[in-house]
């Protein structure tokens, strides 16, 4: 059974760090990529960027660059998602996605992380 789940939510003062971990189980973890995404009250779902697990590859959208930060580790098969200067926009709950490359659409995905930042 293919399972991610997401865990390290939580909440923050503004300007604090939050790490986001995303366990997986049931397939491959070096053969996928995990893409992150979030979603806020009432608005549409964001993308936050992409790891490739198989080659360290990272891709971060535009709200993320500069702040947020993306690790794996293979031994676990888990990615990380360093989240550093949070603001209350990056309120969301944040989720996982595994895809076999970055953007190539995700067949697996977690129930996702509340992230809550305080202003």
């Known amino acids: 059974e293919v399972q991610l789940v997401e865990s390290g939510g939580g909440l923050v003062q503004s300007g604090g760090s939050l790490r986001l971990s995303c366990t997986t189980s049931?397939?491959?973890?070096?053969?996928?990529?995990i893409r992150w995404f979030r979603q806020a009250p009432g608005k549409e779902r964001e993308g936050v960027g992409c790891i490739s697990n198989s080659d360290g590859n990272t891709y971060y959208e535009d709200s993320a660059k500069g702040r947020f930060t993306f690790s794996s580790d293979n031994a676990k098969n888990t990615v990380y998602l360093q989240m550093n200067s949070l603001k209350p926009e990056d309120t969301a709950v944040y989720y996982c996605?595994?895809?076999?490359?970055?953007?190539?659409?995700?067949?697996?995905w977690g129930q996702g992380t509340q992230v809550t930042v305080s202003s």
């Open positions: 996605a595994a895809e076999l490359f970055c953007y190539s659409g995700y067949d697996y």
């Open positions: 049931g397939f491959t973890f070096d053969d996928y990529a």
